[in-house]
Structures are given as structure tokens and as C-alpha cells.
């Protein structure tokens, strides 16, 4: 079956720090992978995607480039900020270009600090 | 945005009680919602994909009779967890996609922590 596996946290950096968070994944066929975060008391938002191999998802300077060969879409920022302390997940969906029954990771605890 | 709003975001109820959480999609039509449900530091799990005026559609090993799902209009899905237990305690979400669109990305309610006591 189809799962995603997520470096495990909690990670914990200081401002300005780079930050890379984990991700491989099993599925077959062309599955669409995904970066959700949430942020504290608050639901889960679409913070990147990547349809197809070799495809490079950013928003608000996070990075992650899906990479078929290592089955891979590690999040990255080159310059972390207090706001970016949340919870980063990152999912699978089995249907190329649809978010449809998606499957997740178990979450990274990431908290930056002034 | 698309907003997603999940009502109670938090309730605590005795054990053999019945507890609704409510799923709406404010600002647009959803004909497909589904309901995860996360454990401590673990992955969200499906549990079931609810279809606006059918059945819902639960994953193996989710109990039908223990989460009732109903999705009775385009912007509203209801998860009941009847006779709940304390096992049932978790933090639920329930997730909505545009109407008519089966690609592009789903949104998120804020999620609802049930606690049984």
C-alpha cells in the first residue's frame, strides 16, 4: 500500500537557520505528493505540491522537489523565521494531479526560536 | 480562500454518550468531504469519504455504526461518534474538496479534540 515516511521531530532551530525535513514515500504509479502545515490552533493548509517527477513545489521560500529515483520530497527553507514554527506534514496522493484520499506523514513538531 | 470550519473544536463527554462534530465548507460547495482522524505524534488516518446525499464510504477496519457520517447538503458533513468510549478520545478533521473538481488541492477544518472521560 501507498505510505509516506517523515523525518520525526520535534526540530528545533534558531531564526535564520536552513531547515530540511525528511520525506520518502511508497506508491505506485504517479502519485501527486504534498507539504501541508499547521500552524497552533489552526486547521491544515496547502503549503506545496508536485504533480510529476523532477517537479519543484515553493511557497513562502519552502522548497521540495519530487524526486522519483530516491522516492523523495524533502521540505526546505534556506532561512527559517519564528513564524514558521508549526507542524509540517508531508502527504501522498495515489492519483496523479489530485489531492483525492490523501495519505500522510506523521507530522514534524518544528519550532524556531528568536 | 476556501474556508473549512469544524464546530466543536473541542468537546468532553461521558463515557456511552453520542457526540456530533459538524463540517462546513463557508464559502464554497463541496460534493466530496472526507474525515481523518490523528493520534498523538501519528499520521492522520482516513476513516471515511463522505459523499453529499450517499453513503459514506469508510475505510477498513473503521467501525460504520461506531462513526455515523452524514452529509446532508453541499456545505455540511456531520461526524457522530455514538456511545463513545475512551478509546474513541482523538483528534478528528474532516476535509472538503471544491464541487465538481476532482484534481486541486483540499482544505482543512481546524480539527475537533474529543476527549471521553
Known amino acids: 500500500g501507498n505510505s509516506v515516511t517523515q523525518m520525526e521531530g520535534p526540530v528545533t532551530l534558531s531564526e535564520e537557520a536552513f531547515l530540511t525535513i525528511n520525506c520518502t514515500y511508497t506508491a505506485t504509479g504517479y502519485p501527486s505528493l504534498f507539504w501541508y502545515v499547521q500552524y497552533p490552533g489552526e486547521g491544515l493548509q496547502l503549503l506545496l505540491k508536485a504533480t510529476k517527477a523532477d517537479d519543484k513545489g515553493s511557497n513562502k521560500g519552502f522548497e521540495a522537489t519530487y524526486r522519483k529515483e530516491t522516492t523523495s520530497f524533502h521540505l526546505e527553507k534556506g532561512s527559517v523565521q519564528v513564524s514558521d514554527s508549526a507542524v509540517y506534514f508531508c502527504?501522498?496522493?495515489?492519483?496523479?494531479?489530485?489531492?483525492?484520499?490523501?495519505?500522510f506523514g506523521s507530522g514534524t513538531q518544528l519550532t524556531v526560536l528568536p | 480562500g476556501a474556508v473549512v470550519s469544524q464546530h466543536p473544536s473541542r468537546v468532553i463527554c461521558k463515557s456511552g454518550t453520542s457526540v456530533k462534530i459538524e463540517c462546513r465548507s463557508l464559502?464554497?460547495?463541496?460534493?466530496?468531504m472526507f474525515w481523518y482522524r490523528q493520534f498523538p505524534k501519528q499520521s492522520l488516518m482516513l476513516m471515511a469519504t463522505s459523499n453529499e446525499g450517499s453513503k459514506a464510504t469508510y475505510e477498513q477496519g473503521v467501525e460504520k455504526d461506531k462513526f455515523l457520517i452524514n452529509h446532508a447538503s453541499l456545505t455540511l458533513s456531520t461526524l457522530t461518534v455514538t456511545s463513545a468510549h475512551p478509546e474513541d478520545s482523538s483528534f478528528y478533521i474532516c476535509?472538503?474538496?471544491?464541487?465538481?473538481?476532482?484534481?486541486?488541492?483540499?482544505?482543512f477544518g481546524e480539527g475537533s479534540r474529543l476527549t471521553v472521560l
Open positions: 476535509s472538503a474538496r471544491y464541487r465538481d473538481r476532482l484534481t486541486g488541492e483540499l482544505f
Open positions: 464559502d464554497f460547495q463541496a460534493t466530496t
Open positions: 502527504a501522498l496522493s495515489p492519483y496523479s494531479g489530485s489531492a483525492r484520499q490523501l495519505t
